[in-house]
């Protein structure tokens, strides 16, 4: 994919390392209008008390893999929201829960989540093929002041994300005498590591024994394809529950999910994916991939708000399975939800595992986002995304050639193997130093200790231009690091 920039820029006639050079892709960047949807943050209010150079420019964010900037119309809709519970609580006081179905800006808390759900299930890929499906599915309830007109069965907002984890194991992982285990990545992201550990044990067994990992090759970052299939063939026939990462936190690697998916159902394990890196950064499909179950949260790339109410998928297939789940009124049909039945008859599809009525402003916090993605056009994105990153790699490989001994970059090559974000890892005990002295210079990033820094440009706010600054300051400080090579 480097190879990619190097022609661009010869094509132009211009070095790719070069201010020109990012002036000219930005320029010519269909999507560059959708940076003044958001607030980039200044220098000065992120560089910390070593602040150095202009505090007035705007900070290098590239940090959207941890937590997403929030769109600036996030705030309207929010205040608007606000106006609406003031509304309902004060001028109409006598019918104060009146917003439930008859709100001033179209939004019925009832059914908020609705306002959503269509948005939310385009970034995972399945709603155009079914919307015939869903009208059928919720003809009764179809509502012109929906955004898309039609709801998507296999996907809802809910909760936070580990919560959607275990709601989802709690219907999924049924072991049985020959099926006990839970197959994860080795390093997975903790909260996932310790749900599955704990499900184990909620059925009384011993994750000693029923929690299998996968780890990279001595001396490899990325997991091969082959190694999950091949732990898959070897676990396959006593393997519940197969749980992976669609977009891996720490190396960045997307892993085929289509193909491992696949394999696992040959093998007859339910196979999951955790998407908290993958949504709103790589293409998904989750329906056409038979993907069983799938969470995500939506303040990395969605940027919705710290702690904004998170997603949820379960495969058409699985519609109208009566399988046994954490239950709530909010999972409940809606026709007799409010009937106060002490039947649960759960609600077809994912929204049959909502437990409680969702929180408003953070769905209206999802809301923004989704309009925003939903504008720029998610494949417009990606493509945009796997040329920045490219971009990124590229500039990154010919400026710090002289540290070429001082870093690696782990993330996968192959752009099919990754979405926007690059890992770097430095020596045990240079890595702070390093990050500390992006920070002071104003580059948003994140690390994760002990050797690594994730640099993740996003196609909706991040510019080439960010790119080359974020190199030229890792090659600055990486001479004070290290001495200049
Ligand atoms: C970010 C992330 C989480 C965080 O979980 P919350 O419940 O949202 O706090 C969990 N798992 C993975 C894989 C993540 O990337």
């Known amino acids: 994919m480097t190879q990619v920039i190097q022609e661009l820029a010869k094509g132009l006639n211009m070095d790719m390392d070069s201010q020109a050079f990012c002036k000219t892709m930005d320029e010519r960047d269909s999507l560059r209008r959708f940076r003044d949807e958001f607030s980039i943050p200044l220098k000065k209010d992120v560089a910390g008390d070593n602040l150095q150079g202009d505090g007035e420019e705007p900070s290098v964010y590239m940090c959207g893999n941890s937590l997403g900037l929030m769109p600036l119309r996030t705030r309207d809709l929010v205040m608007q929201e606000f106006d609406s519970i003031l509304y309902a609580l004060t001028i109409d006081n006598s019918r104060g829960v009146e917003a439930h179905w008859d709100h001033p800006y179209n939004r019925p808390w009832a059914t908020v989540d609705e306002v959503v759900k269509g948005m939310m299930a385009e970034l995972v890929g399945m709603y155009n093929m079914h919307q015939s499906i869903f009208c059928i599915f919720y003809a009764n309830i179809s509502d012109d002041r929906l955004p898309i007109g039609a709801l998507p069965i296999e996907v809802t907002t809910m909760n936070t994300l580990t919560g959607n984890v275990h709601a989802l194991l709690s219907a999924f992982y049924r072991p049985t005498v020959e099926r006990t285990k839970i197959i994860i990545e080795k390093k997975a992201f903790p909260s ?55 977009v891996q936190y720490y190396t960045g690697q997307f892993f085929e999910i289509e193909k491992i998916t696949a394999y696992g159902h040959e093998q007859g394990c339910v196979v999951g994916w955790d998407l908290a890196h993958a949504v709103g950064n790589v293409p998904l499909q989750l329906h056409d991939w038979n993907v069983d179950f799938a969470a995500w949260c939506s303040y990395k790339y969605l940027n919705s708000s710290p702690g904004g109410i998170a997603g949820l998928f379960v495969h058409e297939k699985h519609a109208n399975d009566q399988r046994p789940r954490l239950q709530g009124w909010w999972g409940n049909r809606k026709e007799d939800r409010f009937e106060m039945k002490e039947e649960f008859n759960p609600t077809p599809g994912a929204s049959g595992y909502q437990l409680s009525n969702p929180s408003v402003i953070t769905t209206i916090c999802l809301l923004g986002s989704l309009q925003v993605f939903h504008e720029a056009g998610f494949a417009n994105l990606r493509e945009k995304s796997v040329h920045l990153t490219a971009y990124l790699e590229a500039l990154a490989t010919h400026v710090l050639a002289p540290h070429a001994a001082n870093y690696n970059i782990i993330t996968p090559t192959n752009p099919d193997h990754r979405g926007c974000q690059l890992s770097f890892t430095f020596e045990h005990g240079k890595m702070m130093d390093v990050m500390h002295g992006l920070q002071s210079n104003g580059v948003i990033c994140d690390e994760r200790k002990p050797t690594c820094i994730r640099i993740a440009p996003t196609p909706l706010y991040n510019t080439y231009n960010d790119v080359y600054n974020a190199v030229h300051i890792l090659k600055k400080v990486m001479d004070q690091v290290y001495g200049s090579q």
């Open 192 to 246: 996932d590591f310790y749900a599955v550990a704990a499900q184990i044990k909620l059925h009384d067994l011993d994750p000693e024994s029923c929690l299998i990992t996968i780890a990279p090759r001595e001396g490899e970052d990325a997991l091969r394809t082959e190694d999950i299939l091949d732990t898959i063939s070897m676990h396959g026939s006593t393997t519940a529950v197969i749980m992976l990462s669609g």
